[in-house]
C-alpha cells in the first residue's frame, strides 16, 4: 500500500512495463478489489495500469486528488448493486421485415424501409426498458444514492440498472425489489451484489 496523506493506494509490483490481461489475472484483480471492498468502499482502478514507481503514482494521483476525494466522498459508505432485467419481446408488428436478397427486384426503397425498421425496433425496446426501470427506481425510492442505467438495442433484450446503496440500505433494497417481483411477476429481474462501485467511478478510477 501507499499512503498519500489520506488516500491509500493498493498496488502491486510487476515485472514488466506491461500486464497481459487474462481471465486469472482479471479474477485476481477482481479479488483484491472485494478485499478492500470489506473494509471500506474503494474506487476501483482500471484492470492493467503500470507505472514506473511510487514517484510516479504519487505525481499522477496528487493531480487528480481534488477529484478523487469528491468520487470517495459520493461512494462513501455505499456499495453498487446490480439489477438485470429482460426487456419484453417485440410484436410482430415491431420486428423489421427481411432483407431483400442479393439479386433479387429489391432496391434502395427496401433497404431504407428495413433501417427505418430497425430504428423503431430500437425505439420501442429503449421504451419498454424505460417502463422497467421506472418501476424498478420506484420500487427502491429513496434507498439508493445514484444509479446507472445501461438499456439494450436492437436485438438485445437486457437491461441492467445499477444502484449505489449505502451499506445500511441493502437488505431493505433487496427487500422493495423482492415485492415488487411478487406484485408483478411479469418483471423478470434479478439482483445482483454488492459490488464495488464501477458504474460510479468513470473518469476517476482509470
Do not use: C
Amino acid at each position: 500500500m501507499v499512503d498519500l496523506s489520506g488516500l491509500t493506494v493498493w498496488v502491486s509490483e510487476v515485472a514488466t512495463p506491461t500486464v497481459v490481461a487474462s481471465p486469472a489475472r482479471a479474477r485476481d484483480h477482481d479479488r483484491v478489489v472485494r478485499a478492500a471492498l470489506e473494509h471500506e468502499t474503494p474506487l476501483p482502478a482500471r484492470f492493467g495500469q503500470v507505472v514506473a514507481g511510487d514517484a510516479e503514482l504519487v505525481a499522477a494521483l496528487e493531480g487528480r486528488r481534488e477529484a478523487l476525494e469528491a468520487t470517495l466522498a459520493k461512494v462513501d459508505g455505499a456499495v453498487e448493486m446490480t439489477v438485470r432485467m429482460l426487456v419484453p419481446a417485440a410484436t410482430d408488428d415491431e420486428r423489421p421485415a427481411d432483407a431483400p436478397r442479393a439479386g433479387s427486384d429489391a432496391t434502395g426503397r427496401r433497404y431504407l424501409e428495413r433501417v427505418a425498421a430497425l430504428q423503431r425496433e430500437e425505439r420501442n425496446v429503449r421504451a419498454r426498458a424505460a417502463v422497467i426501470s421506472e418501476r424498478v427506481t420506484s420500487a427502491v425510492g429513496e434507498l439508493v444514492r445514484a444509479q446507472s442505467f445501461a438499456s439494450a438495442g436492437a436485438g438485445s433484450s437486457l437491461v441492467t440498472l445499477s444502484h449505489l446503496v449505502p451499506r445500511e440500505n441493502i437488505e431493505a433494497y433487496r427487500s422493495a425489489l423482492l415485492r415488487l417481483r411478487r406484485e408483478e411477476p411479469a418483471l423478470a429481474i434479478m439482483v445482483s451484489g454488492p459490488w464495488a462501485p464501477y458504474s460510479f467511478t468513470e473518469g476517476v478510477s482509470a
